[in-house]
């Protein structure tokens, strides 16, 4: 979960740059890119997500404050979500910033399915 | 932040139904949809996110394991994410859950911009 405070407002505001940074902090931090989907507002600001095999990063921009909330949200061992941090820092010119690292999905095996799910068994719902 | 264990496999690994919960989850809990993009893995999981003017829902599956990982982020006083985590739990068959709230975009004095931004005084980058 990562913050930038006092960023550059003409970067924060511009959809092309946004998602092409957000791509590239995607690859540099070893993650393989499946899909992006990102979106203007008006009067201003830009929110999109990349969709990574290794989950996702999303962004949502506040050029008029100059601050922008980013997830860099990773599963697996290959994924360095602090090495996009770093990468969006620079990119943002961010003055301030802040990262902290949530686990999730502590699966214990009382709450895994007793039965392990088969695609070819899969039913309609 | 949502978590939800001992899920109907067949329902986190329907790339439509997912898609279709996540959009009237959004809906259901005051949030206005503004793009959908979603992604089915193989052999299985389903991986998306639905864009809403006051931030984005966001889900990974895994199937296998009866499990779903969905962030729930909103801003403003509108949307009830707790409604959303509700009607996700439902829809998932998920026999238990966690839901936790992170407030986040604390912005204070000295961090936002000294300058307010102005679209038309956006230069390029």
Redesign the interface.
């Known amino acids: ?1 990562a ?1 930038f ?2 960023c ?4 924060l ?2 959809l092309e ?1 946004i998602e092409k940074k957000m791509t590239q902090a995607a690859t540099e931090c070893g993650a393989h890119v ?4 990102f ?1 203007m ?1 008006s ?2 600001g830009v ?3 990349v ?1 990574i ?1 290794e ?2 990063l ?1 962004i ?1 921009t ?6 922008a ?1 980013v ?1 860099l ?1 990773t ?1 697996g061992e290959n994924c360095d979500p602090k090495i996009a941090y770093d990468f969006l820092k620079a990119a943002f010119s961010s003055k ?1 910033g802040s990262y902290s690292e ?1 686990r ?2 502590m ?1 214990q095996a009382d ?3 007793k039965k ?2 088969f ?1 070819g068994q ?4």
Chains 1, 2 share one sequence.
């Open positions: 979960m913050e405070f006092d550059n407002p003409n970067v505001n511009n740059l499946v899909q992006t989907c979106h507002f009067p201003h929110s999109g997500v969709i095999s989950s996702h999303a949502h506040w050029p008029e404050l100059g601050y909330a997830d949200f599963c301030s949530l999730r999905g699966l709450t895994v399915q392990p799910f695609v899969q039913v309609e719902v």
